[in-house]
């Protein structure tokens, strides 16, 4: 008794529970933040290095520039925060920069969005887990060791947490990233307290290090160069900027209000940060080279291939906190944690992006399908892979990795700003309300701005970091724009072949009457079932059909068949090789020439089993047989499924199946409130 | 129009080949013998130095026990050829050894005999190749020197020729078999000239080496256990001589006897071979130890783990002919193309044996039907893996290796000949005739012999060989012997599940009415065809059924659903995760639970493709609802396909397969012979 009211309980209570859910997922701002800022946050932790790294070519004097720079990239962070912030209102529907340049700029613009956002997902796991390994390692040696073992395991573990599906929960986020910034801000005032008021001087491990620039007295032309090219590395601190707008459905109400806000709170969080560690590194003297092993000197002699850099911001901390203090780990170790997160975060994204462009056919349809975990286990499973290949090929390097990024960063940014242009343009063209427009001029004005600054970015990095790999990520876009555009030809091209003619169905292809043919290898319930469901179809003739592939079966079978005194014809086959199949798709076809207006209704009994090894045993030639079928015109095929007590077992494991919920469905929001800003727009 | 005639014509040629084939493919006994025996004959090229290499432990005054080691080895060959002669006569069918055991001694004697073979088989590739390797090794250095690497190419290569589907031909065996059958006997009359007519001196390359004898002055127990493991190694000789027994319907009439001289013909050019090696060992004074690194020395010194020792018949020939002349490298080449072809005959023998077990469902079904050629494919790698495993285990070292050979062999042989005994005693008890009585006990006590020596062997084996890898065979024979008694009891188990009940079937569970459900996404041809069919099927209730997925989508279907006036009713299922295969099933199963004794008919369009990578993009959702239907009761699942123009490749294909030939197909005979002999026998 408690088996069978079971299953609606279950169902109820999954019910229930999915309501429940609806208003669980939506998430407030001080959630919101650390779930979508997470990447952007995490940056920190290595874009000033890359800045200091860059430089250091000149010599430790090109230092100086350093506060410079970081100036325009807070000057960028500001323009693109604020573009994004007027994305965020007039697209609330979580389609992102894909949908921006979709809809204003065309598929073509739209589609080269999402390769370059596909590209930065791989990126966001391959540099984040570098520099996480690398921050880690300045704590606990061994695992700067064995970077890229290291690496390649905590890809393996955010693989299998998100094949298993493990809920994304915001507190989990909420934990190590306010951790993290808590101390990265309380470095920044401790640092700023004991330098200002105390007087101490703190001195980074590399403080004593010398330089050996590579260009001494770099001037003019090259020069301007350089300061780009360290401009270009200080913007990935920008990446990740982007998320907040694919996320406004996960938002509280109002939602485009506090998605704006956030994206605000966000873009102050990181310029504090990221100005905070690059003068805390100048005034502890931190010293990075580019190629360490030969430019950095120690008592006037390089200090060879052993030396491990470790990443700036945890030598700051050593220098403001101390060595080994208690600070200094838990700051390592969070940060370690929150660019895992972030990593994690493109585990997330991608397939979302991946069932956005499913809808629009650039992908397989089952990715459309929301929570389809074998769509998601796919793309997880080509996100880790090119991951893991692009960690191995660069040896967990974040420096080299980070060559890599933001190209993709910056081409999605300028051609989602470039369609949020039009977008004012075409509503100004219909807007007549002058406060409205107002604000749409407004708005369109930090949009131009937007696209400006950030096409030159992209233009700067483009030319500044080509050569370095920024051509990697270049042609890992183009795979993806060939691919997604490959598939959508394939499904356009189908759909045109079986598009339904106008007007009344043509009848000269409708068929007249159905022959169904019953196979039968043996009389047993499954094959009595299936014949009590033959006759009930009624069609116009039924048959039994067997294969004689062993000539004292058929003789069994055929005596039975009287004995038991069925009312269906029973006819045999022969089968010189013991086939199964040719004889009966002959058969078939020979029906189909005979009268080829009518079609032919082929029905198999069919075993279901519980265990992927009963489903050797069993069905084999059934399922082969099957797929030939399908090949025949004008035939159906139809299963009768007989479920023997093992297919039970598949059962229960199909319901824990259910259970699982897809990553990043916390950030994509509930599915109805998605659906209804969705049809909203329609 | 070339297309359509295209079709009735190729089956035409089909069928006019296949009847064709028939007489082709029956063997004449000049073919059939290197056909079934290129396995025994070309133990000769290992056994006679598997015999000094045993004796050598002794030292090389043990060698002058060769000769007597040689005669016992001829007296057993004579007995088990007598012997298999009778199961010729008596067991006309093919079935072998596994047959006559399950026949007489019942079935659990017939499964040890099958793991006996299966796990001859895979030691008759790995010794085979390990063994031709070492004889093309003589005369071509590069190759003995890497040797695990070659063999396991030689595998490779075997395996994709048998997965390719070559055709076994009689004239590809036919060829290297008699060079290497005439060699050997050139070389055998060309050493007796030269030796007794022109009294030349004729050195092995080893002649001049001195063997340090592992136990000096062996006697008593020990020298006999020396002697019995010397005779167990010689037993290689007979590996194989059962095959002829398991090809009878491959033979032209009258076939039994012709497989009988066939036999007596292979048994006779056997130990020929096999005692004129060994005498012209001894007269080349051949030296070979177990192991030659540190037993075999040359001025004083062992000669080092640098050293090769050649095969005795590649010394031998090189004594006889001289080092690198012509005759010498063409008897190599010869050995080894023969040791290969040995090999080869266990790819075929293996899914033989495989289909013939599949039969008494010891083994998956789909292995019955003869050419499968995906059941075929799942056999060869299965081989190919566990030879490869066993060669790279023993790195090719055919001494190691023929250690565990032969056990196999001994446990089939005493089996079959036991049962023979048996057989003979039912037919006495009811024979009349004094003239086939007196046939029959002339035949059993033949049997018996054979029973009582190969028994004794067996014992020997065992006894001489077990800690030396025997047990490996055993071991490799439980886990054949349990797989298979596992998939048996799976078999019943099912078999007594879904047993129909005797009488009038039972109207209880007889359902009286059908209500279709017609899936449907859009409104394409495939979609029209499947209601079209729908309508043919006149189930009692008819609707179709779309799901909410996307609510635009859904708008736009329910509008054309209407415009288009179609006269079924068109339901809607919301799906507030975009899912399609729950809610389907919750409404299949709601309508269960409204007419419990009613079925659900789920029609489901289908789209057909050509290539896998557009299986990818179609029909995805559909195979994931397909398959959890089949878990719900009372529903059964028809595919309506629509062939898209790319299907045609797929159908191109599937033709090619058609005409795949499964591997050993002659020498199991034409399948119409083979079929009306079973038939026959019931």
Redesign the interface.
């Known amino acids: 008794m408690s088996k069978l009211t079971d299953v609606p309980k279950r169902?109820l209570i999954g019910r229930a529970l999915?309501s429940d859910r609806l208003g669980e997922t939506l998430l407030p701002k001080r959630i919101a933040l650390p779930v979508f800022a997470s990447d952007p946050l995490s940056s920190v932790a290595y874009a000033p290095g890359e800045v200091l790294l860059v430089l250091s070519i000149a010599g430790v004097s090109a230092y100086h520039f350093s506060p410079w720079i970081a100036v325009a990239v807070v000057v960028l962070m500001f323009t693109v925060v604020a573009s994004y912030r007027q994305n965020v209102h007039a697209y609330p529907s979580g389609g992102g920069d894909y949908e921006v340049a979709t809809t204003n700029l065309g598929p073509r613009a739209g589609l080269t969005v999402a390769s370059a956002l596909l590209v930065d997902y791989v990126l966001t796991v391959a540099v984040s887990i570098a520099s996480g390994i690398e921050n880690l390692g300045s704590a606990i040696p061994f695992v700067v060791e064995h970077k890229t073992a290291c690496a390649v395991a905590v890809i393996v573990l955010l693989t299998l947490m998100n094949l298993r599906g493990v809920k994304e929960s915001g507190k989990l986020f909420a934990i190590p990233t306010y951790v993290f910034v808590s101390g990265v801000f309380i470095m920044i005032l401790w640092g700023a307290f004991r330098g200002l008021v105390l007087g101490d001087t703190m001195r980074a491990p590399t403080a004593e290090f010398h330089i050996e620039a590579e260009h001494q007295g770099l001037a003019g032309f090259a020069l301007v160069f350089l300061l780009l090219r360290a401009f270009s590395s200080g913007c990935a601190a920008l990446t990740g900027v982007e998320a907040i707008s694919n996320g406004v459905p996960a938002f509280r109400k109002p939602k485009s209000k506090n998605a704006a806000t956030t994206l605000a709170m966000m873009g102050l969080l990181a310029v504090t940060m990221f100005c905070g560690i690059i003068v805390l590194a100048l005034v502890t003297d931190v010293r990075m080279a580019e190629n360490p092993a030969t430019d950095l000197l120690k008592n006037g002699f390089p200090v060879g291939s052993g030396y491990v850099q470790n990443p700036v911001i945890t030598q700051v901390a050593e220098a403001v906190f101390g060595k080994g203090s208690f600070l200094f780990l838990v700051l390592a170790a969070a940060t370690a944690l929150v660019l895992f997160l972030a990593a994690n975060t493109a585990y997330n994204g991608f397939p979302v992006l991946g069932s956005i462009l499913a809808?629009d056919r650039y992908l397989?349809?089952?990715l459309?399908?929301?929570?389809?975990r074998?769509?998601f286990s796919n793309g997880i499973v080509l996100l880790a892979g090119a991951a893991t290949f692009l960690v191995w090929i660069y040896g967990a390097d974040s420096t080299r990795l980070i060559q890599l990024y933001i190209v993709g960063v910056f081409v999605s940014f300028t051609l989602s700003q470039t369609g949020m242009v039009r977008h004012w343009n075409r509503h100004l063209a219909t807007e007549t309300d002058p406060a409205k427009r107002r604000h749409m001029i407004r708005s369109r004005a930090i949009n131009t701005f937007g696209a400006f600054f950030t096409g030159l970015v992209l233009v700067v990095v483009l030319a500044t970091k080509f050569t370095h790999g920024a051509w990697v990520a270049l042609l890992g876009m183009m795979i993806f724009y060939a691919t997604m555009t490959a598939?959508r030809r394939?499904?356009d091209r189908?759909?045109a072949?079986?598009?339904?003619p106008e007007g009344?169905?043509d009848d000269s292809?409708?068929?007249?009457?159905?022959h169904s043919v019953l196979l039968i290898s043996k009389?047993?319930?499954?094959?009595?079932?299936?014949l009590?469901?033959a006759k009930?179809?009624?069609?116009d003739t039924l048959e039994a059909l067997t294969v004689n592939?062993?000539?004292?079966e058929t003789k069994a079978l055929r005596e039975e068949w009287e004995r038991?005194?069925i009312d269906v014809p029973l006819k045999v086959l022969d089968s010189?090789?013991?086939?199964?199949t040719?004889p009966v798709i002959?058969y078939v076809k020979s029906l189909r020439r005979e009268s080829p207006r009518d079609?032919v209704?082929v029905?198999i009994p069919?075993?279901?089993v519980g265990h992927w090894y009963?489903h050797?045993?069993?069905n084999?030639?059934a399922l082969?047989l099957?797929g030939?079928?399908?090949?025949t015109?004008g035939?159906?095929?139809?299963?009768?499924?007989?479920?023997?007590?093992s297919?039970e077992a598949?059962?229960q494991r199909?319901r824990k199946r259910?259970e699982w919920s897809a990553p990043g469905s916390v950030r994509r929001g509930p599915?109805?409130e998605r659906?209804k800003e969705?049809?909203g727009r329609?």
Do not use: C, N, W
Request: charged share 25%.
């Open positions: 169902i999915r809808q397989p349809r089952q459309h399908t929301r929570g389809d074998l769509a598939i394939h499904y189908v759909a072949e079986i598009a339904a009344p169905s292809v409708r068929p007249s009457r159905v009389i047993h319930r499954p094959t009595l079932r299936a009590a469901y009930l179809m009624r069609s592939v062993d000539p004292a038991r005194g010189p090789y013991r086939e199964v040719r002959e079609a209704s029905i069919e075993y279901v009963e050797l045993l069993h084999q030639s082969r099957k030939r079928l399908l090949f015109p035939v159906m095929v139809t299963s009768v499924p007989y479920q023997l007590q297919s598949a059962k199909a259910q599915a109805t659906a969705h049809s329609e």
